[in-house]
């Protein structure tokens, strides 16, 4: 079921114009008054377009970081399109309101609220989104047995404006998880970006002994749907504690100490990291199966 600009197996978009150099966590603009805000902006796409841009779309691009569970929350807008149409990627239920408030300021639409797969260590903002911005869609995997608004599949495409997010399956951390990576075209960023989840951490991976995990499949997934990915291609993790913020598919190619070993060596790592329990998974799995909203449900007394 194909809905809300999502489109299997065509281009899809999404649209507007700022840019910011993708590399830059969090980095923000500082003025203000609101008058100034719009020359601002201009100003700052003049300095930040270092990635390659067409003339007909600009990506903005911010990388928020949430400390407690150092989860990434990414937001993405077609800047040059009118509506400046947005989405936000494993958004956290603490800094929904930072998020939404830089939303605002951005002066950006918000369509889409999206996870990666269902969290087991913090919960999705995504319920609480949509309950503060109207029109707002979920969207997770329809692998991950999760409750959503829209249900995505391998090969799927989500737009946003002129420019689209693919829809790449890369189970093994979950059975569900997924890696969305910006579109290949003239109109599109380039070098292109994956939101890896935690398929793939910088010099990592996410642990594979919970929530369907599977060392075999994660090795897989990696190989054939990131690391086939352009060597150039920049990769945002869902995670990361060393305070890392971007990597590239060249890079993990040479130094992730996890996923350059043969797959036999691979699965003997995973089998002995010896990982505590997680400590919110018992609280953040039954939420996020449920995309955050079992709050927002009346209560019966
Ligand atoms: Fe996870």
């Known amino acids: 079921m194909l809905s809300f600009g999502f489109m299997r197996s065509t281009a899809i978009r999404f649209s507007p114009f700022i840019i910011n150099h993708p590399s830059s966590p969090s980095s923000c603009f500082s003025f203000s008054p609101k008058k100034t805000i719009a020359f601002a902006l201009r100003s700052q796409m003049g300095s930040f ?5 067409s003339s007909s779309s600009k990506l903005l691009f911010r990388q928020l970081f949430e400390k407690e ?102 189970p093994g951390h979950t059975a569900g998880c997924v890696t969305y990576v910006t579109g290949d075209g003239p109109d599109q960023p380039h070098p292109r970006m994956a939101f890896t989840g935690d398929a793939l951490l910088i010099r990592g991976c996410g642990r594979t002994d919970f929530q369907g995990g599977s060392s075999e499949q994660l090795y897989n997934s990696v190989h054939s749907q990131i690391f086939t990915l352009p060597k150039e291609t920049l990769l945002y993790p869902a995670h990361d504690y060393k305070g890392f913020t971007v990597t590239t598919v060249g890079e993990e190619m040479v130094y992730n100490p996890r996923l ?34 079992q709050d927002l449900e009346p209560k019966t007394n």
């Open 49 to 53: 377009t270092t990635l390659s841009q």
């Open 69 to 170: 569970s150092s989860t990434y929350t990414y937001l993405l807008a077609d800047f040059s399109h009118p509506d400046k149409p947005a989405l936000l990627i494993d958004p956290v239920d603490k800094n929904v309101d930072r998020d939404l408030s830089l939303v605002r300021e951005l002066g950006l639409k918000l369509i889409y609220a999206m996870n990666t797969h269902v969290h087991a260590d913090h919960i999705t903002g995504t319920g609480l989104i949509k309950g503060k911005v109207t029109g707002v869609k979920s969207v997770i995997s329809r692998a991950s047995g999760s409750k959503a608004d829209v249900f995505v599949e391998p090969g799927d495409k989500i737009s946003f404006g002129n420019l689209f997010l693919e829809v790449r399956a890369t």
């Open 260 to 293: 350059t070993k043969d797959e036999e060596t691979f699965r003997s790592i995973m089998q002995n990291l010896n990982l505590a329990y997680p400590k919110m998974i018992d609280v953040a799995v039954p939420a996020n199966m449920v995309c955050g909203l």
